[in-house]
C-alpha cells in the first residue's frame, strides 16, 4: 500500500542550530502538508505545498516539494525550545482527498 | 470559538460502557474526518464525510459509530471497545473532501479503555 517514510524519527538538536527532515514515497503525490504536533494536542498546518519544485516558507521553517514528487522536505533555521515537537508529513495523491502521514520526527531542542 | 474542536479531551471507558466523542468546526468546511493516532503508528484514517454523507469508512470495526447530523457536527459512537483502541481520536476538516485541500485538526480526545 501507500507509505511515507519520513525521516529521522528523531533529532536532539542545540538551541540555535539548523533542522532538517524529509518524507520520501515511491509513489506520486499531488499536495505535500507538513504538520507540527504538540505533546496533548492535535496537529496543526505549518505549510501546504501544491507544485513540484515548489519552495515555501512560514517564518523560519521552509519546506520544499521535491521536483521528483515523491518527496518533500522541511527545514528548521535557527531552532528555538518551543520549536520542540513531533512533525508530520502528510501527502495526497490524486483527488482522492485522504491524506497519508508519516510516522513523525520528534524533535527536541537543548537550550 | 474558532477552529476545530472536541470534547471530551479525556475519557475513560470500561469495555461495557457506550460514549460518544463530539466535534465541532467553526470553519465553514464541508468535509469532516475521524482519525486513530497510536503510539509509533501514522495517523489512521477512520471516517471521512462530506457534506454530512459518509463517503469512506477504511474497514473499521463496528464497534465504532460515526454520525454527521450537519456539516459543522461530527460525533463517533463507541461501545464495547477494547483496551487496544486505547489511543487518541483526532477530528479534522476541510473546504472539500475531494481534492487538494487542507485538512485542519482538533486537539484530540485521549480515550483509555479499562
Same mark, same amino acid.
Given at each position: 500500500g501507500q507509505q511515507l517514510n519520513q525521516s529521522p524519527q528523531s533529532m536532539f538538536i542545540q538551541?540555535?542550530?539548523?533542522? #532538517?527532515?524529509?518524507?520520501? #514515497?515511491s509513489s506520486i503525490f499531488n499536495t505535500w502538508l507538513w504538520y507540527k504536533q504538540d505533546p496533548g494536542e492535535g496537529p496543526v498546518l505549518l505549510i501546504a505545498l501544491y507544485k513540484a519544485g515548489e519552495l515555501t516558507s512560514n517564518g523560519r521553517l521552509t519546506a520544499q516539494f521535491g521536483i521528483t514528487r515523491k518527496d518533500s522536505f522541511l527545514n528548521i533555521s535557527a531552532s528555538i525550545p518551543s520549536d520542540v515537537g513531533i512533525y508530520f508529513c502528510a501527502g495526497l495523491r490524486g483527488s482522492q482527498g485522504n491524506l497519508i502521514f508519516g510516522k513523525g520526527t520528534k524533535l527536541s531542542v537543548k537550550p | 470559538e474558532t477552529g476545530v474542536t472536541q470534547t471530551p479531551r479525556h475519557l475513560v471507558m470500561g469495555m461495557t460502557n457506550?460514549?460518544?466523542?463530539?466535534?465541532?468546526?467553526?470553519?465553514?468546511h464541508n468535509a469532516m474526518y475521524w482519525?486513530?493516532?497510536?503510539a509509533k503508528k501514522p495517523l489512521e484514517l477512520m471516517f471521512v464525510y462530506s457534506l454530512e454523507e459518509r463517503v469512506e469508512n477504511n474497514s473499521v470495526p463496528s464497534r465504532f459509530s460515526p454520525e454527521?447530523?450537519?456539516?459543522?457536527h461530527l460525533f463517533l459512537h463507541l461501545h464495547t471497545l477494547q483496551p487496544e483502541d486505547s489511543a487518541l481520536y483526532l477530528c479534522a476538516s476541510s473546504q472539500e473532501a475531494r481534492g487538494p485541500y487542507e485538512q485542519y485538526f482538533g486537539p484530540g480526545t485521549r480515550l483509555t479503555v479499562t
Open positions: 538551541e540555535g542550530e539548523d533542522v #532538517s527532515m524529509n518524507c520520501t #514515497s | 457506550k460514549k460518544s466523542l463530539k466535534c465541532e468546526q467553526h470553519l465553514g482519525y486513530k493516532q497510536s454527521c447530523p450537519n456539516s459543522s
